[in-house]
C-alpha cells in the first residue's frame, strides 16, 4: 500500500504560479514511477505529467509543456509539480497517482488538492 497526500493547491492569478507537493508514504517510493492527474467540473479525469521511478524521463501533455515541470525527491518520497505561467484552463482538483515500475496502470491515487486560476 502506498498513502499520497497531495497540498499546494490554492487560488491564483491568471499568469502566477503554484507548486504542488505530494507525499508518499508505505512502501518504497523508489518502486513507483509517478503521475499528475487533474479534472475539471463536467470534464473526465486527464493525464498531465510523469515522472519514472529515477527522475530521468518525464512526460506532459501539450497544453501544459513549457510551463510545468514535474520533479521528485526520493529522499524526502515527494514528487512536485511547478505550475508557471498559469491559465484558466488549467483551473481542476489536482491528483498524483503511482504506479509500480514494470506496470502501466496507476494504482494509488491522493485525495487531490484543488488549483483555482482567476482571469
Known amino acids: 500500500q502506498v498513502q499520497l497526500v497531495e497540498s499546494g493547491g490554492g487560488l491564483v492569478q491568471a499568469g502566477g504560479s503554484l507548486r504542488l507537493s505530494c507525499a508518499a508514504s508505505?512502501?518504497?517510493?523508489?518502486?513507483?514511477?509517478m503521475g499528475w492527474f487533474r479534472q475539471a467540473p463536467g470534464k473526465e479525469r486527464e493525464f498531465v505529467a510523469s515522472?519514472?521511478?529515477?527522475?530521468?524521463?518525464?512526460n506532459y501533455v501539450d497544453s501544459v509543456k513549457g510551463r510545468f515541470t514535474i520533479s521528485r525527491d526520493n529522499a524526502k518520497n515527494t514528487v512536485y509539480l511547478q505550475m508557471n505561467v498559469l491559465k484558466p484552463e488549467d483551473t481542476a482538483v489536482y491528483l498524483c497517482?503511482?504506479?509500480?515500475?514494470?506496470?502501466?496502470?496507476?494504482?494509488?491515487w491522493g485525495q487531490g488538492t484543488q488549483v483555482t486560476v482567476s482571469s
Open positions: 497517482a503511482a504506479r509500480s515500475v514494470g506496470s502501466n496502470k496507476y494504482t494509488y
Open positions: 515522472i519514472t521511478w529515477n527522475g530521468a524521463d518525464t
Open positions: 508505505g512502501r518504497t517510493f523508489t518502486s513507483y514511477h
